[in-house]
């Protein structure tokens, strides 16, 4: 396989740098490598747009001028959906984290200073991730039933929390006003029951706090990632952590994050789109 990086940060050393460690070896197990770097977000974009513009792997710096490194890569996202976008910063914070989940759906996260050992390993798995996927046998053991009523996940070891969720996707089912319930909604009060749900039957989407005593909500996203790829994750949490986003993007690789106490327009709007999602992945 023959890999395309598009690398965009408006220092010009920096470029030079990644260049240099991703061209040299040991290498990220692909036949060949060629890289194309801007120091400007707009030229980049323009050349995405070009006709031999398709890149397999955009890495992108957070903090540029002109542009940041979030909206580029919502714009990249857009124009070149199948393109792998990993977001490279030594200054986002948590609301830049969330958006760089919710908005630009970055593949990876990787800070500065990185280790090369990191963002080599990151590229290569983000590519192998990626060609899995496109595979039949990644498919293996889950349902092929494309109709409603979709298997819905939830978990969080406050019961209180539980049945509120509980009650407003039981609503959300009702406001399609068809005959068939839109979910089959299953609860677990612990990451490890959760895990025996998911051993029994693959759900469609999965909805988990962070916080639980046995097992956060990365861990437990990462096992149900490793289960089902195609189930849909989405991780709930309370804490204002830099650290569990970035381990959300780069361990569990979560579709969303939603902050608690959650909205319930907030969180009607994040299913919706993740129900979207999941019809893509099973088209």
């Not at 991730?129 to 349902?143: A, M, P, V, Y």
């Not at 406050?158 to 089912?173: K, P, T």
């Not at 830099?242 to 579709?255: P, S």
């Amino acid at each position: 396989m023959y890999c395309r990086l598009l690398i965009v940060d408006d220092d010009q050393m920096v470029l030079d740098a990644l260049r240099r460690e991703l061209m040299r070896e040991p290498h990220i197990g692909v036949d060949g490598i060629e890289v194309e770097t801007f120091q400007s977000p707009a030229e980049a974009l323009t050349r995405i747009t070009e006709a031999d513009g398709d890149f397999d792997v955009a890495i992108v710096d957070y903090g540029m001028p002109q542009m940041d490194g979030i909206a580029f890569l919502d714009l990249l996202r857009s124009r070149r959906p199948d393109t792998i976008r990993i977001l490279i910063t030594g200054s986002i914070d948590l609301e830049g984290s969330i958006a760089a989940i919710n908005s630009a759906r970055v593949n990876h996260l990787i800070t500065k200073p990185w280790h090369e050992y990191d963002l080599k390993s990151r590229v290569a798995l983000a590519l192998r991730e990626r060609e899995i996927g496109r595979g039949k046998n990644i498919w293996l053991g889950e349902s092929d039933d494309f109709a409603h009523p979709f298997r819905l996940l939830l978990v969080d070891d406050d019961q209180s929390l539980l049945n509120a969720l509980v009650r407003e996707m039981s609503m959300q089912g009702r406001l399609t006003r068809e005959p068939q319930p839109l979910f089959d909604i299953v609860t677990a009060t612990s990451a490890r029951q959760a895990l025996v749900s998911v051993a029994n039957r693959c759900p469609d989407i999965v909805l988990s706090d962070y916080a639980m005593p046995d097992m956060d909500g990365v861990e437990l996203l990462y096992q149900v990632r490793g289960r089902c790829p195609r189930c849909v994750r989405i991780l709930m949490s309370g804490r204002n952590d830099l650290t569990v986003l970035q381990q959300a993007i780069n361990v569990a690789g979560v579709y969303h994050f939603v902050g608690k106490p959650w909205d319930a327009g907030e969180m009607r709007v994040v299913v919706t789109e993740a129900l979207t999602y999941r019809r893509l992945l099973m088209a």
